[in-house]
């Protein structure tokens, strides 16, 4: 199974301000997700990453809010950007490594608070 | 659309009982199952899935689920219930007609009382 490191791991940031998370993954894979997990809550899709093309948004997700990075098959980016306290979340990438019957792999999460 | 229901948000057990975790999905076409486990303060790890074929899968530290399609029921089980099983519990659906997305419950904390 895919190894998948997230940076920063947590991150306490200013209102207003705007904050890149990496997702780096130990081998190529097709797919890559960006998750949202808000405090007590289930995951929810922001995008999928393709890379070659430009990511596919989720309803309620926006580019000029969450713009995504995919410059090859095993590294992403996830930025946030004018952030209010309401974007206080765990952040999660996720891969899959092929289309079809196969499960998605999780990183360990990027824990944004925003004051 | 797919969707899934997680019945009980909150679900403790005895160290050595039963443990159960209910999950109802939504899907107009066959689907793809995963259980998924969340340890504090870190990522999901992938419990197990049902895709095709027998309908009674199991999984790592003893867990297993039943696929079942008449009640639309994919619930997790494990018969002895260990300390280490507290966690917060993710049941997922996706399709198999090119749709990789994954839709998640809302979760199941599972709480072991000793």
């Known amino acids: 199974s895919a190894v998948i490191s997230q940076k920063p791991s947590r991150d306490i940031c200013q209102r207003g301000t705007s904050l890149t998370i990496q997702c780096q993954v130990d081998?190529?894979?097709?797919?890559m997700f960006w998750y949202r997990q808000q405090p007590g809550q289930s995951l929810t899709l922001i995008a999928t990453?393709?890379?070659?093309?430009?990511?596919?948004?989720e309803s309620g997700f926006v580019i000029d809010k969450f713009p995504i990075s995919r410059p090859n098959l095993t590294f992403s980016t996830l930025t946030v950007s004018n952030m209010s306290p309401e974007d206080s979340s765990i952040y999660l990438c996720?891969?899959?490594?092929?289309?079809?019957?196969?499960?998605?792999?999780f990183g360990p999460g990027t824990r944004l608070t925003v004051t | 659309a797919q969707s899934v229901t997680q019945l009980g948000s909150h679900v403790s057990v005895s160290e050595g009982a039963l443990v159960l975790l209910r999950c109802n999905y939504s899907?107009?076409?066959?689907?793809?199952l995963f259980w998924y486990v969340q340890y504090p303060n870190q990522g999901l790890q992938l419990l197990l899935k049902y895709t095709t074929g027998a309908t009674l899968v199991k999984g790592i530290n003893g867990f297993e689920a039943e696929f079942k399609k008449s009640e639309t029921s994919f619930h997790l089980t494990k018969p002895s219930a260990h300390m280490s099983d507290a966690a917060e519990y993710f049941c997922?659906?996706?399709?198999?007609?090119?749709?990789?997305?994954?839709?998640f419950g809302t979760g199941t904390r599972l709480t072991i009382i000793p």
């Open positions: 996720s891969v899959k490594e092929g289309t079809g019957p196969y499960e998605q792999y």
């Open positions: 990453a393709n890379q070659g093309s430009e990511a596919t948004y």
């Open positions: 899907s107009s076409v066959p689907p793809y």
């Open positions: 081998s190529q894979v097709t797919m």
């Open positions: 997922a659906v996706s399709d198999d007609f090119g749709n990789e997305k994954l839709t």
